[in-house]
């Protein structure tokens, strides 16, 4: 199983790009990094997903070195609209062949101050 | 597209009383799960279903059952319910039951069972 640790909270300033780091040691050949996105009282949300070096989308950055036992979700110029709670996903194979289970941990509670 | 839609919103509960939560997707997704959320925790998965007419247990699958309905549907029952199944419920989905495809998630069932 390949298990993910990530800080339990950060805070950060408005305006201010915010990294958040992901530990994923066992990841698998075959895995991708998957980061979501959960507001309060809301379902999580996929933000951004890679499987090595660098991915960009129009919400984050995902920096993955190339050893893949880490991962960097970076966010550009933080809003408080950003305050969430941030999931880092490595894939988790479930009991059925070839399925996987899509396993959360606790996430890392990101404050935007003003 | 509603995407993935659960009822009810709202749930309260007596102890040992039992009801079914009820989730639908129109996405043509082949996979759909089940998770809860406590206060203040990640998300812990309770049954999954990698395609139509399987299902397999996630990390805390005791006290519920699930019956993948057909493919748009997967429903969630409480047989018993116990103070210990006060939570909230969230259903996603998603093409296939591999990480590397989005999930898509519910707004949730809020659960109180006194």
């Known amino acids: 199983l390949a298990k993910t640790t990530q800080p339990i909270s950060m805070d950060s300033y408005e305006g201010q790009e915010v990294n958040i780091t992901c530990s994923h040691n066992?990841?698998?050949?075959?895995?991708?990094i998957t980061w979501y996105q959960q507001f309060p009282s809301q379902g999580p949300r996929f933000i951004i997903q890679?499987?090595?070096t660098k991915v960009t989308n129009e919400v984050a950055s995902l920096f993955i070195p190339a050893d893949r036992k880490s991962s960097t979700l970076s966010l550009p110029r933080v809003s408080l609209s950003d305050t969430a709670v941030y999931y880092c996903?490595?894939?988790?194979?479930?009991?059925?062949?070839?399925?996987?289970?899509?396993?959360f941990g606790k996430g890392t509670k990101l404050s935007v101050i003003p | 597209n509603a995407g993935v839609t659960q009822t009810p919103k709202f749930q309260v509960l007596k102890t040992g009383q039992s009801m079914t939560l009820q989730c639908a997707q129109d996405?043509?997704?082949?996979?759909m799960y089940w998770y809860r959320q406590d206060p203040g925790m990640g998300l812990r998965l309770i049954y999954y279903?990698?395609?139509?007419?399987?299902?397999d247990k996630g990390e805390v699958p005791n006290g519920y059952n699930v019956s993948r309905l057909n493919k748009r549907e997967f429903s969630l029952r409480l047989e018993s319910a116990a103070p210990s199944q006060t939570s909230v419920y969230f259903c996603?989905?998603?093409?296939?039951?591999?990480?590397?495809?989005?999930?898509?998630f519910g707004q949730g069932t809020r659960l109180t069972v006194v």
């Open positions: 996603a989905s998603s093409e296939w039951a591999e990480l590397n495809t989005e999930a898509f």
């Open positions: 066992n990841i698998a050949t075959n895995d991708y």
């Open positions: 890679g499987y090595k």
């Open positions: 996903l490595v894939g988790d194979k479930g009991s059925g062949a070839g399925s996987y289970q899509l396993t």
């Open positions: 996405m043509n997704h082949n996979s």
């Open positions: 279903s990698a395609s139509e007419g399987t299902t």
